[in-house]
């Protein structure tokens, strides 16, 4: 079955300091790679995707992401970590051997950036 | 412009009643997919409308059942409501503009069956 792993249920660092969230995939072929983020009680926002090219992805807040194929994995990074990025984030791939466009997600990373 | 609207904001229900949820996509977009999430996880694909047609559905029982309108506005209705059914129901837009388009999330609709 195709799925999604984020292995920690919660990230702790403080404020400045570099983060990462992990995120492995499980699917077929070459899948597209998105992560959002939610804020209590409201849907998610998209932060970036990688389609192809760079394995480096730039995206919203100064939040990147590194592909590694090898790995089957999508780690999402932000060099200085900030209280407002406290959240819930998600990882989501599309696999394309499917019809239609359904996500898979993981079941989230809360992130706690302490002052 | 406008995000994804969804209504109503919250519902409750008790179990075995009907509800029927609203989305309203970006202008323009005219894929709208649902998803559930339930507390603690990650959001399940329900169903995808492109152009009124269905063109995905998630491992959901008939109890759920979809439609797109001709605005690309979509209901998701759910019948013989279930406990289990208590989550929050995401609806997403995307454009037709690629394959790689982003789907982009409303706020959702917080569903309490009790």
């Known amino acids: 079955a195709q799925s999604v792993a984020q292995p920690e249920d919660q990230v702790n660092v403080a404020e400045g300091n570099p983060l990462t969230v992990k995120c492995t995939y499980s699917?077929?072929?070459?899948?597209?790679l998105f992560w959002y983020v939610q804020y209590p009680n409201r849907g998610l926002q998209f932060l970036l995707k990688?389609?192809?090219?760079?394995?480096l992805v730039k995206g919203s807040y100064g939040f990147e992401a590194e592909f590694n194929k090898s790995q089957t994995s999508f780690h999402l990074k932000k060099p200085s970590a900030l209280v407002s990025d406290s959240a819930l984030y998600f990882c989501?791939?599309?696999?394309?051997?499917?019809?239609?466009?359904?996500?898979?997600f993981g079941k989230g990373t809360t992130l706690s950036v302490s002052s | 412009d406008a995000g994804v609207t969804q209504s109503p904001t919250h519902l409750i229900k008790t179990r075995g009643q009907h509800v029927t949820l609203r989305c309203s996509p970006i202008?323009?977009?005219?894929?709208v997919s649902w998803y559930q999430q339930v507390l603690g996880q990650g959001p399940q694909f329900i169903f995808q409308?492109?152009?009124?047609?269905?063109?995905g559905r998630g491992n959901f029982p008939d109890r759920f059942s979809a439609r797109q309108f001709p605005n690309y506005s979509s209901e998701l209705n759910v019948n013989a409501l279930l406990l289990g059914d208590s989550a929050l129901y995401l609806c997403?837009?995307?454009?037709?503009?690629?394959?790689?388009?982003?789907?982009?999330f409303g706020p959702g609709t917080r569903l309490t069956v009790l």
């Open positions: 699917v077929s072929g070459n899948p597209y």
């Open positions: 990688y389609i192809t090219g760079d394995n």
């Open positions: 409308y492109y152009e009124k047609e269905e063109r």
């Open positions: 202008s323009g977009h005219k894929s």
């Open positions: 989501a791939v599309r696999p394309l051997n499917q019809a239609g466009t359904a996500l898979i």
């Open positions: 997403a837009s995307r454009s037709d503009s690629g394959l790689a388009d982003t789907q982009y």
